[in-house]
């Protein structure tokens, strides 16, 4: 059984890798040549306007879309061809875009999904009531009931569940109000500081960066500029306007 | 009294074996998105082999049991959702459903083979000849197995869906499989286990029915048809309304068989059509949760817009051909020929309604039959005026069919037309006549209708040569209107439901005037090529134009390929084929039987049908190399295309080591 640890040495180079990745649908090429790469404990940031390739990029790092070209590679090793279930089971947890929850499923049955990778219900249950109680509150109550926020608050419950190495946070703000973002990313800062890396993609850029330890533009299926969320400020505008 | 308790303690049992059969086609299509058409077949395919095991060898009731419950039909389940029903996650509702009837007719074919009909083959029910009396009723053991039967499968489901994760996984992969797989679970062993768990339980349904329907395939077959009910009844995803759904049909059912048979006239014939009317009753009744998530699925189809002139030239080649070809071609091969080419105007007319508008309709022969008969009642002498009246009556129908059906979609409506088509099987078709606005208008009843061959402008068709000139015109004039519609604003229009009914409605279109023409237009034509056919044959009985004959003709024309012409002439050609094959050689009929099921199954591989296939091909000839499609992937991918290699638990420890996580593994 895999527990978490304090963030590993940087010495061991970064966890999540992505070398030159193409990927498209239909032979539509979306993403064009990215390369990234995250440090452990690190939280960071994808930001880019709507159609940049950012979804693709994640979906591809969590192995549920084929590249094209290119590897990804964990904790040094490439990982290319593995399953997604896999993958899951290695510590990467994919929270996709939208409310990404069972909707007809009671929240105790969400969580009882999470025992996929190996940890008891009762220590999952304990661990999200413990942190949303709300949720605890809700337990028998259908996943697609809830709020667009608390079903946020479930869908990272039961992704922390598994005990992930690396996050990844499809689109977590979409639809929800700032208050409820806010709580949201208090408990991303909280997953990080357990020494999770958290790869968090978002459209909106300017709050995600005030979270993030370090950030990429995406524009165009391309990475656009990378570094300290103060270094990638100056290019957000023009990927945004589409001077880039 | 005592009758009325015996009619429902026989209603209960029948009930029973319902509410069994419709529970495990919730189970697969609920888990899977497949309505497996092929259910009864399953349930109809299980019960020969247990008569063959139990009966035919001797084997002891519960070994036999044993094997067909928990051994083969599992098997066979697991096995059709792994071989087959996996690859149609991206395809098509049209192909979903095809792909689903080839195995209703592979299984059919292959009943028929190895157990060829007309043998009696006696299936007595569990403890012959035991009963016991309940307040004044007789009940029979089998009756009270079968019933307890239901019990246990609904307590044994209950348990399964919600105090096992199995279960949980179940239901988690109907609300969003990728996101299962996100968290490590595997939708793939999901679904299998659901089919596993399906296909046993339309094996016991199968087993507990067919001593009282003395083993025999299409009513065995069929019969599913009145457990279909039971599951839309629970929407198909309720497993507790799915047996009151059965409840209410093996009581009519059985209040039908005690009240209602004595009567005579018209509503007399009712009784055996009572399970689909209530079908298509609760269709448009109830609500349908499932409707707004099927507007997100997308699959990619093909539907090319060939260039007018070049249509012009392809249809005046087919009728050249028929000129040409029709001289040289014996009497039967004549014969074959002309019956394929006037299915192939049925198969035709279904390329605007599920090709280009994408509403699948399983009752085409139906509105082939009724043209028949309007050309038989109209036109005895063979005037055209009665192919005009085939096309009209038949529109009218579709029509009639459609209004109700409006707001039906994908599956519903397939169940919606196939109730339509097995009511007037069971009840319309086999009366001698009805009474519509004071005129008696007969109909087939249990012998043939003759119908004319048309003689048009003082040209007669009467011979079998210009019966296949005239069904070659016929078709070039019906494909070029398709080939038209196609290039149409009307097109485009009907494409675009397909893709989005919400997004035309936003668009300002008007989705029921066209959803009703484009079922008047397809029905018409269906009209037309069932009154051509009835020439072919000069005297046509109902069961030409049965729901089962309906199932090949769509069956070929999405392996020829749905979305273009050329597919449905490709179709009206591997039918002929087909034919012509089991005349010369006898003894591959059987073979024959289960090939159209063969080819249908195949399209699990390849949505697009044969005529995407032929069009790559002879593209790629022309430019010099062969050409494929270009390999798709989905938009929520849950397969990682490219495999190199399978993880080992080498790679765990060394990736949980770089990650600085204790491996315990």
């Known amino acids: 059984m895999s527990t978490l640890a304090a963030p590993v040495e940087t010495a061991l180079g970064p966890i999540l890798e992505l070398r030159g990745i193409h990927a498209g649908y239909h032979g539509i090429e979306v993403v064009s040549g990215v390369d990234l790469s995250v440090l452990p404990g690190e939280i960071y940031a994808l930001v880019g306007p709507n159609g ?179 270094e990638v400020e100056g290019v957000l505008e023009a990927a945004y306007l589409g001077a880039l | ?96 459903v095809v792909v689903a009837v080839a195995v209703l007719s592979g299984l059919v074919g292959l009943a028929l083979w190895i157990w060829p009909p007309n043998t009696a083959r006696p299936f007595s029910g569990f403890y012959p000849g035991s009963k016991i009396h309940i307040a004044g009723a007789a009940v029979t053991a089998h009756q009270l197995i079968s019933m307890g039967c239901a019990i246990a499968v609904a307590i044994g489901l209950a348990l399964i869906l919600r105090r096992t994760r199995a279960g949980a996984d179940m239901r988690a992969v109907v609300d969003n499989r990728a996101l299962l797989v996100v968290f490590g679970g595997r939708p793939d062993r999901v679904a299998a286990l659901s089919w596993a768990i399906g296909a046993s339980l339309a094996a016991l349904a199968g087993i507990l029915i067919a001593p009282a329907l003395q083993l025999s395939v299409l009513p065995l077959t069929l019969l599913v048809v009145n457990a279909y009910a039971a599951a839309i009844i629970g929407r198909l995803s309720r497993l507790p309304a799915t047996f009151v759904g059965a409840l209410i049909i093996g009581l009519a059912e059985a209040y039908g068989v005690g009240y209602l048979s004595s009567r005579g006239g018209f509503f007399g014939g009712i009784r055996p059509a009572i399970p689909v009317l209530i079908l298509f009753v609760a269709l448009l009744a109830l609500p349908h949760a499932r409707l707004r998530g099927q507007l997100s699925r997308r699959s990619l189809d093909w539907f090319p817009s060939p260039s007018m002139s070049r249509a012009v030239a392809s249809a005046g080649a087919l009728v050249v051909a028929a000129l040409v070809l029709g001289p040289h071609l014996g009497p039967a091969n004549l014969f074959t020929a002309n019956r394929a080419l006037a299915l ?39 005037s055209p005026l009665g192919l005009v009246a085939a096309f009209v009556v038949a529109a009218v129908a579709g029509a009639i069919v459609a209004l109700p059906a409006l707001r039906l979609r994908g599956i519903y409506l397939a169940l919606a037309t196939a109730a339509f088509a097995v009511a007037l099987d069971r009840w319309v078709f086999i009366q001698d006549a009805i009474r519509l606005f004071g005129r008696k208008i007969p109909l087939f009843g249990i012998y043939s209708v003759n119908v004319a061959r048309p003689r048009i402008g003082g040209v007669s068709f009467g011979s079998n040569r210009a019966q296949l000139v005239l069904l070659a015109m016929v078709f070039a ?187 315990a593994r």
């Open chain 1, 52 to 230: 940049a390739g950012k979804s693709t990029t994640v979906a591809v790092a969590a192995c549920l879309h084929a590249p094209t070209a290119g590897d990804v590679l964990l904790g040094g090793r490439v990982v290319n061809g593995a399953r997604p279930q896999d993958l899951c089971h290695l510590g990467v947890c994919l929270v996709p875009e939208g409310r990404s929850v069972f909707p007809n499923l009671s929240v105790h049955e969400n969580l009882w999904l999470a025992t996929h990778a190996g940890v008891a219900l009762d220590e999952i249950e304990s661990r999200a009531y413990g942190r949303f109680p709300v949720l605890g509150t809700r337990r028998a109550q259908l996943a697609g009931t809830l709020s667009g926020g608390e079903q946020q608050m479930l869908a990272l419950a039961r992704a922390v569940a598994v005990n992930p190495a690396v996050l990844l946070v499809d689109e977590l703000s979409m639809g929800l109000a700032p208050v409820i973002i806010a709580e949201l990313y208090g408990f991303i800062r909280e997953i990080a500081s357990a020494g999770v890396t958290v790869v968090l993609v978002e459209q909106f850029a300017r709050t995600v960066l005030g979270l993030a330890d370090r950030a990429a533009v995406m524009s165009n299926g391309k990475i656009v500029g990378a570094g300290r969320p103060d």
């Open chain 2, 1 to 96: 009294m005592d009758t009325f308790l015996t009619y429902t303690v026989f209603g209960l049992s029948t009930a029973a074996i319902y509410a069994v059969a419709a529970s495990g086609l919730v189970l697969t299509y609920t888990t899977s998105g497949i309505f497996n058409f092929a259910h009864g077949a399953i349930g109809m395919f299980a019960a020969f082999v247990y008569w063959q095991l139990r009966f035919q060898w001797g084997w002891p009731t519960p070994v036999a049991l044993v094997v067909v419950l928990f051994v083969l039909a599992p098997l066979f389940g697991a096995i059709l959702e792994v071989g087959i029903m996996r690859g149609l996650e991206k395809a098509s509702e049209a192909v979903r």
């Open chain 2, 344 to 382: 192939g105007i049925v198969a035709l007319s279904l390329v605007p309604l599920v090709g280009y508008a994408g509403q699948v309709a399983l009752c085409q022969m139906s509105f082939a039959g009724i043209g028949a008969l309007a050309m038989a009642n109209t036109a005895p002498g063979g």
């Open chain 2, 477 to 663: 004039l019906f494909a070029l209107l398709v080939v038209a519609i196609r290039r149409s604003a009307y097109g485009r229009m009907l494409l675009a439901m397909r893709e989005s009914p919400a997004a035309c409605a936003t668009l300002g279109l008007r989705l029921t005037v066209t959803k009703l023409s484009v079922f008047a237009l397809s029905a018409g034509m269906a009209g037309v090529g069932g009154a051509l056919l009835g020439g072919v044959h000069t005297a046509v009985a109902a069961d030409t134009f049965s729901f089962f004959q309906t199932l090949p003709v769509l069956l070929l024309a999405v392996v020829g390929g749905i979305g273009t012409v050329n597919g449905a002439f490709l179709g009206a050609v591997l039918l002929g084929l087909f034919q012509a094959v089991a005349r010369i050689f006898p003894s591959t009929n059987n073979v024959i039987n289960v090939l159209p099921g063969l080819a249908g199954v195949g399209l699990a591989r390849n949505p697009g049908g044969l005529a995407s296939d032929l069009h790559m091909a002879v593209a790629g000839l022309r430019a010099g190399r062969p050409r494929r499609r270009p390999a798709e992937s989905a938009e929520v991918p849950v397969e990682w295309i490219g495999i190199d290699r399978a993880i080992t638990p080498a790679d765990v420890a060394a990736l949980d080591a770089a990650l600085g996580m204790s491996s």
